[in-house]
């Protein structure tokens, strides 16, 4: 089975401070990959996917995340953080059974 | 992208009782699914809503504890039966269309048992 590992429950920046959100997935096989957004009391929106086309996948909101095979790696970023972007943030994995296998999620806190 | 429409958006419940929960979509979608994200957790496929037939649990769930329908390809109800409070929880519906390869989520129940 598919695992989705986010290092780091909570990261805080300050405004204006770069965002690095970390994902490693376990698989041989490039899968689709996802980064999630969850802002207080609301569901999940999307932010970016990876569908082995570029690497590099820019997103809504500022965000990209590069998908680095040989690190089985699919890292976000942003370089400026905002406050608006202080939510709850889930890295997933699309295995070709397309089923979602979730991380366990990264609470982003932005300073002022 | 698929618009979701979840309600209840939250609710309090005594244990012992049952909560159904209801998921509408704008369009017809070919997967739905329900999940649930304990609090300070990742989230949990519960099952796949399958359209006129019942639904597929995965481990750890069962129907009788949360009977699931799904009667179009619009609509489902997830129901938390017999609820204790380890069910407080947040219940959350998500969708995918045939051909795409994100799913799309409603803004969850947020379910508390006393």
């Known amino acids: 089975a598919q695992s989705v590992t986010q290092l780091g429950s909570h990261v805080s920046v300050s405004e204006g401070a770069l965002v690095l959100l970390r994902c490693n997935y376990s698989s041989s096989v490039p899968p689709y990959l996802f980064w999630y957004v969850q802002y207080p009391n609301q569901g999940l929106q999307l932010l970016l996917k990876?569908?082995?086309?570029?690497?590099l996948v820019k997103g809504i909101n500022g965000f990209e995340a590069e998908f680095k095979k040989s690190e089985t790696s699919f890292h976000l970023t942003k370089p400026s953080a905002h406050m608006s972007d202080a939510a709850e943030y889930f890295c997933a994995v699309k295995n070709t059974g397309n089923q979602f296998y979730f991380g366990t999620g990264t609470s982003l806190t932005v300073i002022p | 992208s698929a618009v979701i429409s979840q309600k209840p958006s939250r609710d309090i419940c005594q244990r012992g009782t049952s909560l159904t929960i209801q998921c509408q979509v704008d369009?017809?979608?070919?997967?739905m699914f329900w999940y649930r994200q304990q609090p300070g957790q990742s989230l949990t496929l519960i099952a796949t809503?399958?359209?006129?037939?019942?639904?597929?649990?995965e481990s750890g769930f069962v129907i009788d504890k949360f009977p699931i329908s799904r009667p179009n390809l619009t609509f489902s109800t997830l129901t938390v039966s017999n609820m204790s409070p380890e069910d407080s929880s947040i219940y959350l519906c998500s969708v995918e269309d045939a051909g795409s390869t994100e799913a799309f989520f409603g803004q969850g129940t947020r379910l508390t048992v006393v």
């Open positions: 369009s017809q979608v070919t997967m």
């Open positions: 809503a399958n359209q006129g037939s019942e639904a597929t649990y």
């Open positions: 990876y569908t082995s086309a570029a690497t």
